[in-house]
């Protein structure tokens, strides 16, 4: 037993590559297993479920602290960079050479000049707005910076995108979610109209040793320096965190059934927050699943949107799932760039995972999972204050849209696999 136990804790990627499912835990049979369960989401079994699907702990003895605000993840993101005694490791998809990016470039600096090793990793199509001299800068501060496939000698990968963003300090304290290293989140000069709306988490425990280990993957990949990651000791206790991690052929199918699993466990509520919505059939048809057996199912979608071509795919999607009793939100006050879902007040999911194909089949991705009722809640009264800010789609509306949108959303959505 002590020897599993020790296996368990090692520091590698789970699930592993190259893994392929078991028949009874893919995406179009886990439901039943999920939907069995006497207790859903409450039952033992529903943790067991997981843990066979994604072969990944889940950890206890975490804190969370949830963020919905750019300035105010910032402020906590930099302040605990300059607590750092050890290691610094930032992954970002964007990572601008604007005021924001500065001032965290200023904050690594620091770190540097304290004796603290800091690793930096950005995609390279994602930053590909931010200027050489930036890297150059920020390397002529003692800061190890690496770009995630480069076109060249890349150019038959630039598919792939590392779009995490992820922040580990010392090992002990992560922040993970959607929010990107730029001014949108934090300026009213913003051009889609003030701060976007975004959801970011930081947890301090053994959720962050988790995220240290993900964070290798792409920064190994990248060509970076080593990163020493010893095992970690069990805890008890707090709030108890299943990180969720893929990258192509490498935990996608995973992820997938998890969210399946999640749906047919559900009993009571279903409420989704997710910026690029294009999703596969079979999503669709999971989520009218559940709305057809009387759970509330509810998506709170963009009503404007940096990626205009995706909010249509979405459309394209819409009246099937109104159709089967699902009920569509857009939020008007800002971009919404959250990816987020609470469910049955106990269960929220908070990353970087857009419900579309580049997610689940181009992209390096991290979300974590809670199973907490404090959180959820938290998580709930959010999304509750969202709606206040957004108009509900209705049936009878939606059909009245003129002929040139129809065809357009239509159209749209055939592009869905290639957005």
Not at 242 to 270: C, N, Q, W
Request: aromatic fraction near 10%.
């Amino acid at each position: 037993m002590k020897r599993r136990r020790w296996r368990l804790w090692r520091p590698f990627l789970r699930p592993i590559a190259g893994r392929k499912l078991p028949p009874e835990l893919r995406v179009r049979n886990v439901g039943a297993l999920a939907a069995a369960l006497p207790g859903g989401l409450h039952d033992p079994g529903f943790d067991i479920l997981l843990r066979r699907i994604d072969q990944s702990p889940i950890l206890m003895g975490n804190r969370v602290r949830v963020f919905f605000r750019g300035p105010e993840t910032f402020d906590a993101m930099r302040a605990t960079i300059d607590g750092a005694k050890t290691e610094v490791l930032v992954e970002s998809y964007i990572f601008k050479d604007d005021a924001t990016g500065r001032s965290f470039l200023e904050t690594l600096s620091r770190a540097v000049g304290r004796g603290v090793r800091v690793r930096v990793l950005a995609d390279a199509f994602g930053s590909i707005a931010t200027r050489r001299d930036f890297w150059k800068e920020m390397r002529s501060q003692g800061i190890e910076v690496r770009l995630f496939n480069v076109l060249f000698p890349h150019f038959f990968l630039q598919p792939f995108r590392d779009h995490r963003k992820i922040l580990v300090v010392d090992g002990a304290t992560a922040f993970t979610g959607g929010m990107n290293i730029g001014d949108e989140y934090g300026s009213s000069l913003s051009a889609h109209g003030g701060p976007w709306r975004d959801t970011h988490v930081q947890l301090d425990g053994p959720a962050a040793w988790a995220m240290a280990i993900v964070f290798t993957e792409a920064w190994n990949a990248a060509g970076g320096s080593p990163v020493v990651i010893e095992p970690l000791e069990p805890r008890t206790g707090g709030v108890p965190i299943l990180v969720l991690d893929s990258r192509p052929f490498r935990g996608t199918d995973e992820i997938a059934s998890t969210l399946a699993a999640i749906v047919a466990a559900a009993r009571k509520r279903i409420w989704i927050t997710n910026a690029y919505f294009a999703p596969r059939r079979r999503a669709v048809d999971i989520l009218g699943e559940a709305a057809a057996r009387g759970v509330d199912v509810r998506l709170l979608l963009p009503g404007k949107s940096d990626v205009p071509l995706v909010r249509h795919a979405g459309h394209g999607h819409y009246a099937r799932l109104l159709d089967r009793g699902v009920r569509i939100f857009e939020y008007q006050a800002a971009v919404l760039h959250a990816k987020t879902m609470v469910v049955d007040d106990y269960l929220c999911v908070a990353g970087s995972s857009n419900l579309d194909f580049r997610s689940f089949h181009f992209n390096a991705e991290c979300n974590v999972l809670f199973l907490d009722s404090d959180c959820a809640r938290v998580f709930t009264d959010a999304f509750e204050a969202d709606l206040e800010k957004s108009v509900e789609i209705r049936r009878e509306i939606w059909e009245r849209r003129s002929l040139p949108r129809r065809i357009g959303d239509s159209l749209a959505r055939m592009l869905g696999p290639v957005l």
